[in-house]
């Protein structure tokens, strides 16, 4: 069986048993569209958050950006499971006392306006779209290579898949299906690290292999590492290069922008109790942290995989040659990866050798001139493509690329329908039921949410097609977008008395607008290549990035929210004790709808 | 599920003021932990602990890598444990 086959088989197996747990766990009311009817256990609510949390940024970008940076990608490791203490503590419990669907509702009870509910909505409408995305990327990324098709192709079909079980299922067919969902993709991320790290280390457990021995040279893992990037050039694997204020600023917004994304909070209004909320975000952690301590043993393990494949006889011997790469099966990812246009190689000096070094590096430059290269000949490697291609690197058996295919497309699947589901709900009972059409029937309502899932993915999808940056780099920037708006209001509507309505308003549109039009002046007006002034390469702003500008503009929330609180009307007596209910477990009853 | 409890939560006793002040505590000294284990040792303070090796790199490094994930679980738990404990001591749990 060829491995187009065996993936089919493993891609078309997951899909099947998603959709046909979305059709049997077939939403009926509205409350069991949106909260499941909030009988999901801890444990489960934790699978299914943590599968709706990692997506293609977590499974198929971040060990890619963490191979080829080294320590200083750190940040998404930190910043993607700090932000679920930020959670746990200052939001989850008392978002479900409060005891209402969505996000916006929350805000717009407690700043007692509709005004406030509606930039809500609007913020969570950009941030979760940025967000998808990002998702569309991936899914273009593993459709294009899985199914040998086109990125474009790739793309349309993942689309029409999300939107089939996000629309008929709803919540309690997403939550259960993510629950499947999460199994794929975690088997499918550590089978394949489990073999590599038992290759490279003879450690089964690869977080621990990370900081192994190396086998073949009997060296610490990283150690090796560290040397054989220094001898091409490259700066070292666990040293720190770059700005150490952009590195801060940029995991303080991932943390921040964890805490302030709807369709994670949305999770916490699933489980019975309070005290179940406090659990659930640890339990959510658990699962995530499975996949985020196996991450950084991925990314190294597979750059010294990489680089040993281009240098097969060390660094100072001779390079890997052409031929070799047309003939030994060692190679036949090259050439596979090489039709997706994700990968390139070129011999440019004609010497019949593939040289991979940093042509950047002066004295990598010195010894160039002295060997007659002409430049570093692997020419592109997409950052994406890392954790695809690595069972193939390794040489590892078809079943477990296939296996590594579901899980890509479970991770990248799971996402967006969340994603979907909590801009539609924002639609359809933020926007028409709580502002438009207050007397809508729940059927209407459901069909409105139906409708919104609709546009949103379309909307996405054509986004999609000309992303921004890398998967996981594009996802950064709708974290700093939701640090920016969301976060600090929520934060400031349960710790503080004082921030009113005008004053929360001010602040998420403040947050909201610096940031966007931050990532729109490095990054272009909406998204689209060239309009940009500036790059992350020399931003505004001394170092700080546009990915790392949503902890600038949180602050700026929280500080325009005081200042103008201060200055306008006092918050009345009853929102005070709205506030001081939702601090209390005690009395937390069933959701209240209108 | 507890829907029946007719006490209005929103009279603040002394004992609701000494629950919440218990509860900011908390969360403060948890949160200075979180910034210290990742903001802390996995970056800032990183050149100083790089004295401490750990597997062919230094502390600062595992913290950055795999030791702040470790200590943001151990948090979370700490915290949902404590705080269950903390409503039964101030009755407000739910029924």
């Known amino acids: 069986m060829d491995q187009f086959t065996i993936n089919l088989i493993f891609v078309g197996a997951s899909f099947a048993l998603y959709i046909g747990i979305a059709v049997w766990a077939r939403a009926g009311s509205t409350s069991e569209f949106y909260a499941a009817g909030r009988g999901v256990h801890p444990v489960t609510n934790g699978m299914a958050t943590a599968a709706d949390w990692m997506s293609a940024a977590s499974f198929i970008s971040m060990a890619g950006l963490i191979a080829f940076v080294g320590y200083d990608n750190s940040t998404y490791l930190m910043g993607w499971t700090g932000g679920y203490v930020l959670l746990a503590l200052l939001l989850a419990p008392y978002l479900r006392k409060f005891g209402k669907f969505t996000v916006s509702e929350f805000i717009g009870d407690r700043f007692y306006s509709p005004t406030a509910r509606m930039v809500a909505v609007a913020c969570l409408i950009i941030a979760s779209t940025t967000y998808v995305i990002g998702q569309m990327t991936g899914v273009g990324v593993a459709f294009g290579r899985f199914l040998e098709v086109s990125n474009t192709t790739g793309l349309l079909v993942g689309a029409v898949i999300v939107f089939a079980y996000a629309v008929f299922g709803g919540m309690k067919g997403v939550t259960y299906t993510q629950v499947a969902q999460y199994c794929v993709l975690i088997l499918a991320y550590t089978i394949p690290a489990i073999f590599i790290s038992l290759q490279l280390t003879g450690n089964p457990i690869p977080a621990l292999g990370l900081f192994g021995d190396h086998v073949a040279s009997g060296e610490p893992l990283l150690t090796k590492l560290d040397q054989i990037v220094r001898e091409l050039g490259f700066s070292e694997y666990t040293a720190h290069h770059t700005d150490t204020l952009n590195m801060v600023l940029f995991t303080l917004s991932l943390m921040i922008g964890t805490a302030g994304l709807p369709h994670v909070i949305m999770r916490f209004f699933t489980v019975p109790r309070v005290a179940d909320a406090r659990w659930s975000a640890g339990w959510a952690l658990v699962f995530i942290a499975l996949l985020y301590l196996t991450a950084p043993a991925v990314g190294a393990m597979a750059r010294l995989n990489i680089t040993e494949l281009m240098w097969p006889n060390g660094t100072d011997g001779e390079a890997v040659s052409v031929q070799m790469i047309a003939e030994d099966d060692e190679y036949d990812w090259m050439a596979t990866w090489q039709k997706t246009g994700l990968l390139g190689f070129e011999d440019k000096n004609g010497d019949g050798r593939i040289q991979y070094y940093n042509d950047a590096n002066p004295e990598m430059q010195a010894k160039a001139a002295e060997n007659g290269w002409e430049g570093n000949e692997l020419t592109n490697f997409n950052r994406d493509i890392l954790v695809l291609a690595n069972p193939e690197i390794a040489n590892l058996p078809g079943w477990v690329i296939g296996l590594v295919a579901a899980g890509g497309l479970a991770a990248a699947l799971s996402t967006a329908a969340g994603l979907l589901l909590a801009i539609s709900s924002a639609v359809s009972h933020d926007l028409i039921k709580g502002q438009l059409n207050p007397s809508i029937s729940e059927k209407g309502e459901l069909l409105s949410a139906r409708i919104a899932m609709a546009v949103a993915i379309v909307v996405a999808t054509y986004l999609g097609l000309n992303p921004p940056g890398f998967a996981a780099q594009t996802v950064a920037l709708a974290f700093g977008l939701a640090a920016a708006s969301i976060f600090p209001a929520l934060m400031m509507g349960i710790f503080s008395k004082k921030v009113n309505n005008v004053g929360a308003v001010a602040g998420m549109l403040a947050g909201l607008v610096v940031t966007l039009v931050y990532i729109f002046l490095h990054k272009g007006w909406f998204f689209i290549p060239d309009t940009n002034s500036f790059t992350d390469a020399d931003p505004l702003l001394g170092t700080i990035q546009s990915t790392s500008f949503g902890a600038v503009g949180a602050m700026i929330n929280f500080v325009v929210a005081y200042v103008v609180s201060g200055m306008t009307k006092e918050t009345p007596q009853e929102i005070k004790d709205l506030v001081e209910s939702v601090r209390f477990p005690r009395g937390a009853g069933t959701a209240q709808d209108h | ?95």
């Open chain 2, 1 to 95: 599920m507890a829907d029946k409890t007719p006490q209005s939560a929103a009279s603040a006793t002394e004992a609701d003021k000494g629950y919440w002040a218990a509860n900011v505590r908390i969360i403060i000294i948890s949160l200075i932990i979180w910034a210290i284990v990742s903001f802390g040792f996995g970056i800032l303070l990183r050149p100083a602990l790089s004295g401490i090796s750990v597997g062919g790199s230094d502390l600062g490094f595992w913290f950055a890598q795999q030791g702040s994930i470790i200590v943001f679980l151990a948090l979370i738990f700490f915290y949902a444990w404590r705080m269950n404990k903390l409503d039964r001591e101030f009755g407000v749990e739910e029924e």
